[in-house]
């Protein structure tokens, strides 16, 4: 059953007892001596009181259910030996000392209970032992095994799984490893030994799912499909893929965005040495990299191709792609220019 089914189905059955407690109390009424009219009221109120407490019960826990209940019997039998007390010392207020002090004492009781139930930790550790937390599925994308960068993440305990590897990615990785390109059929390979070490990992999941999406030929569209039908995250590099992901609601666990996080962050005005190895995009530029890989682009860099020189850091561009930093030459570098 839907969700949705369940809700309307909880509405009519609401009705229906509605309905019922009516019919009792037009009919309990009149051999009471009251109208009948006045017996639906009656119920009816009594009815929505019920249904309102039921609604906040359904919400709490089961443990605060149990504690404000045994609380409020507890308060209660206090509440009418305090009211007998009461009625002891002043006989005049007999009944309404016993139903007065009955009320006020499985108030307090049922409300001391309610709110510091939740104090018996190890009581409740015994009495009402909560499952785990079920880990959110993770689905891994061709790009992220060729990558290989999820392998280290997942040595150091900062990925969890479930890891689940659709069979469609391993066809999808045979069929680069049979590429006639070397380049590619190294990539292919590599994918294949990222899978392997994955599931040498103590203590990691790695599930191969054959599950596949029929009418789907698209590899990313099979994992966003997939995705959203199992309620799962995506781990990629791919940034197209990461693009569409997010216009369709996927989470997306992206490597390159966990990676950029922990470069070392540089500000406007920085100084840094990089070795400048070949001409840029636009005219006059030079471009050097990191020792992480981040690409530096020097402004009126060409000139200084094969050496190394202090720039200072003008911005910086950061993309789910990767990072890129802009610098210009330091005072010094175009002085001796």
Known sequence: MSAR?????????????????????????????????GGVVAALVVTALVLMAERAAGRARLERLVWGTLGGVVGLFAGIAAGFALAGVAPAVGAGALALGGLLGAWL??????RRGAEVTGL???????????RPTKLVDTSSLIDGRIADLAATGFVDGPLVIPEFVLRELQQIADAGDPRKRTRGKRGFDVVQRLQRLPGLLVE????????????????????????????????????RAELTGVVVLNVND?????????????????????EGKESGQGVAYLDDGTMVVVDQGK?????????????????????????????DEGARA
């Open 5 to 37: 089914s369940g809700r309307v189905a909880g509405v009519v059955l609401r009705v229906l007892v509605a309905i019922l407690a009516a019919v009792i109390g037009a009919d309990t009424a009149p051999r009471a001596g009251y109208s009948a009219f």
């Open 124 to 134: 409740n550790a015994m009495l009402f032992p909560r499952p785990a937390a079920e």
């Open 258 to 278: 966990l990676s950029n996080a922990l470069k070392p962050a540089v500000v406007a005005g920085e100084a840094m040495r990089v070795h400048v190895l070949r």
């Open 303 to 331: 000139r200084w191709i094969g050496q190394t020189v202090d720039v200072a850091v003008t911005s910086v561009l950061q993309t789910s792609a990767g990072r890129i930093i802009f610098t210009r030459l330091r005072d």
């Open 109 to 114: 009781g049922g409300a001391t209970g309610v």
């Open 208 to 243: 191969l799912d054959p599950a596949d999406v029929p009418g789907v030929i698209e590899v990313d569209e099979k994992l966003l499909a997939l995705a959203r039908a199992r309620g799962a995250k995506i781990v990629t590099t791919d940034y197209n893929l990461n693009k």
